[in-house]
């Protein structure tokens, strides 16, 4: 039985502990790890901080919805668990133990290109959940095409195609710590799919990078071509960007920084989330990851215009420490959070939760 299945635990911050004691160092780097000198991981749990809540009591609320729609899908909590490659370093069943807990609750949860179980596994494991399929492009264009037809026959109902990773950040931390994660476990989907390259190479005073890591806007369209499941482009941070992916036909955009893995130094999620709001209304939905470890974030992350929050790491944590009921008690947990948050804060739904109910903490 796994540890917390009995013993229960009362906070995130609670199952990081409990994780990190089960956990051998290169894979408590590649959970935890960053890129650089992982500024962006910290700053990603720091900037909800920047944020007071502006709480309305008397409000006569007797019970709080969490209920709420992603791209007209009705899921039971606006948390939805981020993709996150190779989960079965943290658990034998991976992914598949993710999902039946994420199904369990009622709760959206989007799988990686790089998953350790394949793509019809984790369906298979929880059938009746919401998935949705995170797309690292491959270098052949039709071996993405490939996934994207299994993903479309196995159920999951939306493309989410990360663009923030076309070489790999620099990740220290797992460096130093002796594992480069290269296929540290097998990838489920198949021996010929590929993470993202690695270092570039130096040759006549140029760093080149491998040619499939230049992509560019033209592959919003050519998706669109080949599939038609609704597109969300994860990974932009600006309103620029956000708007021309709204242009491009995306129909959601995830603002998110990859927990810090990637660009060290880039602007949080959460920092883009106003500019982003009112640049692309609401036409697009706007989803944000990076740093959610309370139920308060969770509604300053609304508050601002989010219409869904990712969860990351925390839920590996949960997994490597108990499993699928240590991930089904860590939704609870949050969820339980969110609602007592809403209940001191006055808001009886998702949809109440409004710009009104933050403020800017005073510098
Ligand atoms: C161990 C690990 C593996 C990840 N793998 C992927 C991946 O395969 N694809 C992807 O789009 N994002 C990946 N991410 C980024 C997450 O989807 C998400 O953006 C980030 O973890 C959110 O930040 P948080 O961990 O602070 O909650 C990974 C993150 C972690 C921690």
Redesign the pocket.
């Known amino acids: 039985m796994d540890d917390l299945t009995t013993a229960g635990f009362q906070t995130l911050s609670d199952l990081e502990s409990a994780a990190r004691a089960k956990l051998t160092d290169p894979i408590w780097a ?4 960053g890129s650089g000198n992982e500024s962006t ?1 910290r700053d ?2 720091d900037a909800f901080r920047q944020w007071h809540l502006r709480p309305r009591p008397l409000a006569g609320i007797d019970a709080v919805d969490l209920r709420t729609s992603v791209l007209g899908e009705t899921v039971s909590s606006p948390v939805y668990v ?5 989960q079965a ?1 943290l658990h034998p069943e991976g992914e598949a133990a993710t999902a039946r807990a994420a199904a369990a609750a009622g709760q959206l949860a ?1 799988y ?4 350790s179980r394949s793509l019809e596994e984790i369906a298979a494991a929880a059938p009746q959940g919401r998935r949705w399929f ?1 797309l ?1 492009l491959q270098p052949e264009f039709s071996a993405s095409e490939q996934l994207i037809r299994r993903a479309e026959r196995s159920g999951y109902s939306a493309l ?1 195609l ?1 663009v ?2 076309p070489v790999l950040g620099p990740r220290d931390r797992q460096t130093h710590d002796g594992v480069a994660i290269r296929s540290p476990v097998p990838i489920g989907n198949g021996p010929g799919v590929v ?1 993202p390259a690695r270092a570039p190479a130096f040759q006549d005073g140029r760093y080149a990078f491998p040619p499939d890591a230049c992509v560019d806007w033209t592959v919003l369209e050519r998706l669109s071509r080949v599939t038609s499941l609704p597109l969300v482009v ?2 932009v941070l600006t309103a620029e960007d956000a708007a021309k992916a709204g242009d491009l036909g995306a129909r959601a955009i ?1 603002l ?6 990637q660009l060290d130094g880039a602007m949080t ?1 959460l920092d883009a989330l106003p500019e982003v709001v009112r640049a692309v209304g609401a036409r697009t939905e706007v989803y944000v ?5 309370r139920g308060r974030d969770v509604l300053v992350a609304l508050a601002l215009g989010a219409k869904a929050v ?7 944590w949960a997994l490597a420490a108990g499993g699928e009921a240590g991930v089904h008690r860590l939704l609870d947990v949050l969820n339980a959070e969110v609602a007592v948050s809403m209940m001191l804060a006055g808001r009886r739904t998702v949809a109440e939760i409004d710009r009104s109910l933050v403020v800017r903490r005073p510098a």
Do not use: E, F, I, W
């Open positions: 590649y959970v935890q790890g991981v990603n749990v981020c993709p996150m490659a190779y370093l989007v990686s290109t790089l998953s995170q690292y989410v990360t923030d990773a993470p994860k990974g995830v998110s920084n990859h927990g810090g893995r999620g990851d990076g740093g959610v470890r990712g969860l990351g790491r925390p839920v590996l």
